[in-house]
């Protein structure tokens, strides 16, 4: 670390630039950029793509997607905490299995809730 | 001594205002005549005690009671106990006795009003608290007695709130009570901080070793109570609007019991007065103010409540003076008290008598004449006006030309102004009530033929009557062998008395005597002699039309506490809404370099306050960097 | 290279997820800046265990990880549904509770 | 490189949280499984029995205390039951509220005002996820004032907090002000937790270790970066005050409080504060107590900033949930002095108020869903006058309530205040007591201006009316007020045992 001088003055340069970069961006994109205001602007994802086949109700995405981007998002995580303990196995032994038997078992409940109440069925 | 019957001189009045408010409309029957008698029992208990003290030697006397632990976090104990000593008796008797006196007549004066039992639920009530209040062996009891004669106060002033001003006069008394209040618990605090205990015995054993700087800041803080509490300059202003509660509770709240506890409590804490001089001073000096504060207002008030409130804001100016001079005047301070317990709560009985007899009018100036129509009121109200006015015999004469005695050989020119203050006071107390009573009952009729001017019923008359007793004989009574100091010494320690005097009792009588007749006479020749007028006169000089107004004090509260709270309040939400918005705008500007900008980046709530959020963490880090640099 | 410069890396993430949050109207890109947040907070326990030499820093990304995505999906729940009343994901126009 | 070996848990010192946790994890089965009919019941009785056995192996070790409980991530000691018991208490009564089901939404899911929700409406079906979402807030309630290391204090901070964003969203009325709420909620919760992380990373780098009681080794030994340590306490400090809603970090309290269904916010509000001051206390008083000069002085000003700023605004509210709210701002800066105070008599303090003002807070909101016209619950002060001529007995009640929060003699917000600045003064920070009483008297204005309001002025003829409480919400009621009137007058019991029992182990 910075050993002379005044330690905050690292701090306060970093967030001086994050400040400038920020104010940066934003004044550049009101140069450059055109002011039309534009729906789109507020839409989530704004890449430009009319989203398509408009849903029943008029809105652009199915909630099924978030839906279903959100237990992929939920149930894959959980893995991580399975390779720590894949690695020290052997030497947590009989109690690092039953502790992971229940991590399990508790994911698995809410994959049944998630079952039961219809989460996975796209229709 | 210990005793175990001093919880029910409280529990009875508690209980029946609990099974009033239980009962609801079930006990509208009888509640009335339940509350009375449970007051009246309460009474008995105190005349009970009071002939157990008689019998005993003067060290004695006091008895105390503990109740259970109340509060004990670390070091700090406080039971919630009980004392009963030769000043908190003077209190009970006049509480439970001038109490049940005013339930009686109430039953009489509420007897139309449907909400009677409510109204008796709250006086036992009040009975109770103000018993807790002078029974309380430590300040923090007092403190919840405090609280509860200040939320009786509130409830009861506030009993016809059908009409907004009433309400408004409730609100009023209730602020300038919090402040008061809040001076208690400071000086309690302070009083724990510097001696790590709040009972009034520890206190006192403890207030030699404190500093006199604490215990000048505990005195000033319970001044700031008293003030508040007892209307007291510069807190005052709540009590004539506090009148437009119904009568009864003018007469024993609003004259002759809580508005006292200011005096009670400054008298109870003589230790820490007496080894404070300066608060002592202050306490003198707020006396003499009020005193004439209160009696110039009460010269013009036309309202009949009114001017008998300002009368008792002046008339405990006397009993603060008393008890800021020491231990000269503590005895004759709570003297004062007493007899203005009596002859101050049977003129607001008269007075209530005649509202109840011409149709609850209170301008005086559509009285007149009343004499014929209703002789004992006229009586009762006669005599309780010659004891205010301090003609010899009667009660005033002896407790109020102790006070301006004492005020005289307080010594240099502090006794000089306190005493001529106090004079002055009399000779103004003599013309303002002469004025009432001319007004009232004097002269001729000035009202028109709807009202049916008549006497009250035995039940309102009795107690005026037993009152305007009283008024008569209790200053020659306690007086008499000096009865009454002699009984308080061992509260309040005492100087023998006339040493080194300015003044003989003798001339001090004689001047304030002369003032008297000055007063009265001018009062004569002004409202007897001449005409009154039925409507207000409008070319009258500055000072009436300043006394009218209450010397400003409205005004001046309103432009010194109201105005800036009310700006601080609208500043700060204003802060909330505006200018924290207005700084996120302002940084969208600064970032979109744009005033066009401003209008595409719309700012919402959710971003200003996480606007807050960062900026609160900039001033964090800014904060400790300064701190530690 | 010194460990230094990671910190320095975090801190500007931080800074600009900060500002982001702050500054831009879609809820969505509103969550994001804090999840960048967070990694920057990640980041930053990294290179500290990587300072100290010891893995507790580590331990505690992993839980971020999945404390972060639980909160991925509880947030994105309650903008989709705020989406689905409103027909807009702008975080100004949420503003009926105020004052 | 470290050897591993295998931990060894405690499992009765952890019991009360594991009980909880399974509940939750129970409820969840039968929101899978069970039919919709037997839901409610089956929901209803399994939480409160939870929240019972957890309370009873609280009791049942209240004199043990491990720092090992959990290899070191919590600290199972007096303080740490203390702060449990108070949570668990508060849940029960608020999981009696939330029971009372007219105030969810059914399909949570579902567009306000489409087919949809109306349907579901008339199914007269009731929403039962609320229950498991409570006891896993509950559970993060119970870990958070017992956490250890900063690990322990995030995962339990999210876990607290994550299911409450989602309930704030579920008032069956005025359901765009709730999401709006949530939201709201989710996004500052969500970005004062970064900052609490962040915090948390550079205390980490500070002192090379997540343990508290590391933090307070390197604080005492005077070894790392002063300037780690500071932004450390300063971020952490953030996130934590952002949870207590001191200010300036408060915005978001009047929001949520308003827009959350009624009994949500009684449970949030009461629940939170205690488990938040709960950590607040351990870190302040164990991590950081050492270092008291760096913090105590902004801890001072944002105390007395928050205790007028909260009284001040309280006075200009016309809404009755958002007075609470500042109502409750003020009383997050009374209790700031008791974490100031940094000494016994300041903890014990701080715990006892923790306990009346969280009982009191459920009693107010219980009320509060009590008033309704037809169209739901009446928050507008206005609408409220006269409520005590129409219904004196809820009028009394939540009058006595409100002089709780007040500091009124013989209730308990009295001994509470009183003991906390008496704390506060012990330790010698005057300023903070005299602000601390000035804004007490502030505070009391509003709060009897509402007293005034329900029993002095002349009732609007506009529908509004007590509605006669369910069996539940009447229990949770009078209990409340049982409580706060016993504490104000017998409060030496619990004082007693609080003092008894309030350490920290180290």
Wanted: proline content about 3%.
């Amino acid at each position: 670390m910075n050993s002379t001088g005044n330690p905050y003055v690292p701090i306060l340069v970093i967030g001086a630039i994050g400040f400038g970069f920020a104010a940066f961006s934003l004044v550049a994109a009101a140069i450059t950029g055109p002011k039309r205001y534009n729906r789109a602007k507020a839409d989530p994802y704004e890449c430009g793509i009319e989203p398509s086949p408009q849903a029943a109700e008029g809105g652009r995405f199915p909630v099924k997607y978030f839906l279903t981007a959100m237990l992929f998002i939920i149930f894959d995580i959980e893995i991580v905490f399975l390779y720590p303990w894949a690695v020290t196995f052997d030497k947590l032994g009989v109690f690092g299995l039953v502790e992971m038997s229940i991590f399990i078992a508790t994911v698995f409940v809410a994959y049944a809730y998630v079952w039961r109440r219809g989460g996975l069925e796209w229709d | 001594m210990t005793s175990n019957s001093l919880v029910y001189l409280i529990a009875l009045p508690l209980f029946g205002s609990a099974v009033l408010l239980l009962a609801g409309r079930r006990s509208d029957r009888w509640g009335h005549l339940l509350a009375t008698a449970l007051s009246a029992g309460s009474f008995g208990i105190g005349l009970m005690q009071f002939s157990q003290m008689l019998s005993r030697s003067n060290e004695q006397r006091a008895v105390s009671q503990k109740l259970f632990s109340w509060i004990s976090v670390g070091s700090f104990e406080v039971d919630a106990g009980l004392m009963l000593d030769q000043l908190s008796i003077c209190f009970v008797l006049l509480i439970t006795g001038v109490g049940t006196l005013i339930h009686i007549y109430s039953i009489a004066y509420m007897s139309h009003d449907h909400d009677r039992r409510r109204f008796f639920a709250f006086l036992n009530f009040f009975i109770a608290a103000m018993l807790l209040l002078v029974l309380g062996d430590s300040y923090l009891n007092l403190y919840v007695g405090w609280e509860g004669v200040g939320l009786a106060s509130y409830l009861l002033i506030g009993f016809w709130n059908q009409k907004p001003t009433y309400a408004t006069a409730a609100k009023k008394a209730f602020i300038a009570n919090r402040v008061g209040d809040m001076g208690l618990s400071l000086a309690i605090m302070i009083a724990f901080a510097t001696l790590g205990t709040v009972s009034f015995a520890g206190v006192k054993e403890h207030a030699s070793q404190a500093s006199t700087g604490a215990l000048t800041a505990i005195g000033i803080m319970l001044l700031v109570a008293a003030t508040g509490k007892s209307a007291q300059f510069p807190l005052q202003s709540w009590l004539g609007d506090a009148m437009a509660g119904p009568t009864p509770v003018s007469a024993l709240i609003h004259a002759a019991t809580m508005v006292t506890a200011g005096v009670y409590l400054i008298t109870r804490s003589n230790f820490i007065f007496d080894a404070a001089p300066t608060a002592q001073l202050c306490v003198a000096i707020i006396g003499a103010i009020t005193l004439l504060f209160g009696a110039v207002i009460g010269m013009a008030k036309d309202d009949i409540k009114k001017a008998l409130a300002a009368s008792t804001m002046s008339q405990i100016g006397y009993m603060v003076l008393g008890a800021g001079l020491g231990p000269a005047g503590y005895a004759f301070a709570i003297m004062h008290l007493l007899t203005h317990g009596f002859f101050k709560a049977g003129m607001f009985l008269g007075a209530g008598s005649v509202m109840h007899g011409m149709d609850d009018e209170v301008n005086m100036r559509r009285y007149g004449g009343l004499s014929k129509f209703m002789p004992i009121t006229f009586a009762t109200f006669g005599l309780g006006y010659l004891a205010i006015i301090g003609v010899p015999p009667f009660a005033g004469f002896y407790s109020k030309d102790k006070i301006i005695e004492v005020a005289f050989n307080a010594g240099g020119i502090k006794g000089i102004t306190l005493g001529v203050a106090a004079l002055l006071g009399a000779a103004i107390t003599a013309f303002y009530m002469t004025r009432v009573v001319i007004l009232t009952f004097a002269g001729s009729k000035r009202w028109d033929d709807k009202a049916h001017p008549h006497e009250s019923p035995f039940l309102m008359w009795g107690p005026m009557a037993l009152l305007a007793l009283g008024s008569v004989t209790s200053g020659f009574l306690f007086t008499h062998g000096d009865a009454l100091r002699n009984w308080l010494a061992p509260v309040v320690e005492q100087i023998p008395a006339h040493e080194g005097e300015l003044l003989s009792p003798m001339i001090v009588s004689i001047l304030a005597l002369v003032l008297v007749v000055l007063g009265v006479s001018l009062a004569v020749i002004k409202y007897f002699l001449n005409e009154v007028p039925e409507t207000v006169p409008e070319n009258v000089t500055i000072f009436t039309k300043l006394a009218r107004r209450d010397l400003l004090q409205d005004a001046f509260n309103e432009a010194a506490f109201m105005r800036p709270g009310q700006s601080l309040t609208r500043a700060l939400v204003k802060t909330d809404v505006a200018v924290i918005d207005g700084a996120v705008r302002g940084i969208a500007r600064l970032a979109s370099g744009s005033g066009k900008a401003l209008r595409t980046t719309q700012t919402g709530f959710v971003r200003s306050y996480a606007m807050w959020i960062l900026l609160g963490a900039i001033a964090l880090i800014a904060a400790i960097w300064m701190v530690t640099l | 290279m010194n460990a230094a410069n990671y910190l320095y890396v975090s801190a500007l993430l931080f800074t600009i997820g900060a500002i982001g949050v702050v500054v831009r109207r879609n809820a969505i890109v509103v969550f994001m800046c804090v999840e960048l947040m967070l990694n920057a907070a990640n980041l930053a326990f990294v290179t500290f265990a990587r300072i100290n030499g010891n893995l507790e820093g580590q331990v505690v990304a992993f839980f971020t990880m999945v404390v972060a995505a639980c909160e991925v999906v509880v947030g994105l729940a309650i903008i989709v549904t705020i989406y689905r009343s409103r027909r807009s994901a702008s975080v100004d126009d949420a503003s009926l509770l105020k004052r | 490189m470290s050897i591993f070996t295998a931990p060894v848990l405690n499992y009765s010192l952890l019991a009360p949280i594991l009980i909880v946790l399974a509940g939750a994890v129970l409820g969840v089965m039968i929101e899978a499984f069970a039919s919709k009919a037997i839901r409610p019941v089956a929901q209803l009785s399994l939480t409160l029995g939870t929240l019972i056995l957890a309370i009873a192996q609280v009791w049942r070790i209240r004199h043990q205390s491990s720092l090992t409980a959990a290899m070191g991530s919590v600290a199972i000691d007096g303080a740490a039951i203390l702060m449990q018991g108070a949570v668990l208490v508060i849940a029960i009564l608020g999981v009696l509220l939330i029971a009372d089901q007219e105030q969810f939404t059914v399909l949570a899911a579902a567009v306000p005002g489409s087919e949809e929700e109306r349907e579901s409406l008339e199914s007269g079906q009731k929403l039962t996820e609320v229950y498991p979402l409570t006891l896993f807030a509950v559970a993060g309630m119970l870990v958070f004032p017992v956490s250890n290391d900063l690990i322990s204090l995030f995962v339990a901070l999210e876990m607290l907090s994550l299911p409450l964003y989602l309930m704030a969203g579920l008032s069956r009325r005025r359901r765009l002000l709730s999401q709006e709420a949530a939201l709201k909620y989710f996004l500052l919760g969500a970005f004062s937790s970064a900052f609490f992380l962040f915090g948390a990373a550079y205390l980490y780098g500070y002192s090379g270790s997540v343990s508290l009681a590391g933090i307070r080794d390197s604080v005492v030994g005077g070894s790392g970066n002063d300037v780690f340590f500071l932004i450390g306490i300063a971020f952490l400090s953030i996130g934590l005050l952002f949870k207590v809603g001191a200010v300036p970090f408060h915005a978001w309290t009047p929001d949520v409080y308003q827009g959350a269904p009624t009994p949500v916010t009684a449970f949030m509000a009461a629940a939170t504060k205690v488990a938040a001051f709960g950590a607040m206390l351990r870190i302040f008083y164990t991590a950081f107590a050492n270092a008291y000069w760096d913090w105590r002085p902004l801890m001072t000003v944002i105390a007395i900033i928050t205790m007028l700023f909260g009284s001040f605004v309280a006075i200009a509210q016309r809404d009755i949930k958002r007075m609470l709210a500042y109502s409750s701002i003020a009383h997050a800066g009374f209790l700031l002095a008791g974490v100031i105070a940094l000494n016994k008599a300041g903890l014990d303090a701080s715990i006892f108020y923790l306990f009346a003002y969280g009982i009191a807070t459920v009693g107010a909101f219980a009320i509060v869903t009590l008033v309704r016209d037809s169209t739901g619950e009446v928050t507008d002060l206005k609408r409220w006058a006269g409520l005590g001529k129409r219904s004196p007995f809820a009028a009394s009640l939540f009058a006595t309530f409100l002089l709780a929060f007040a500091g009124i003699p013989l209730t308990s917000g009295f001994i509470g205040k009183f003991s906390i600045f008496s704390a506060a003064y012990e330790s010698g920070n005057k300023a903070i007591v005299v602000v601390g009483v000035l804004s007490s008297a502030i505070a009391a204005y509003f709060y009897i201006r509402v007293i005034v309001l329900m029993f002095f002025t002349d009732p609007a003829d506009d529908g509004t009316s007590v509605v006669i409480p369910s069996m539940l919400t009447r229990i949770t009621v009078i209990a409340a007020f049982i409580i706060t009137i016993f504490l104000g007058v017998f409060p030496a019991p619990l004082l007693n045992f609080i003092t008894s029992l309030a350490y920290f182990i180290r």
